[in-house]
């Protein structure tokens, strides 16, 4: 299994991302997929998860500023970022939902 995360960097407050997920090494669509992240000093947090049928789910913090999208044949996913804030400052990872596997991760960080 290998999840390879990209898309981080540096972004300005009210600036957007897109990160991406790079899966193989499993049947992706087969599976739930979860970006976490992790912020300076806290624990990982759920941001958004996507069923194989693109049935999407949020943490609350996410307020409407993030989309999850998968792409199947692609074995692809994707967190597009909107109207970043400070907060939002953190390492981002892929994971397989229910299991062990995770990337290892891409940072984003919002300045002011």
């Known amino acids: 299994v290998q999840l390879v995360e990209s898309g981080g960097g540096l972004v300005q407050t009210g600036g957007s991302l897109r990160l991406s997920c790079a899966a193989s090494g499993f049947a992706f669509n087969m599976y739930t997929m979860n970006w976490v992240r992790q912020l300076p000093r806290k624990e990982r947090e759920l941001v958004a998860s996507i069923r194989p049928n693109g049935v999407t789910n949020y943490a609350d913090f996410v307020e409407g500023r993030l989309t999850i999208s998968r792409d199947n044949a692609e074995r692809t996913l994707d967190l597009h970022m909107n109207h970043l804030t400070t907060e939002d400052t953190a390492n981002y990872y892929c994971?397989?939902?229910?299991?062990?596997?995770w990337g290892e991760g891409t940072k984003v960080t919002v300045y002011s």
């Open positions: 994971k397989i939902a229910g299991t062990g596997h």
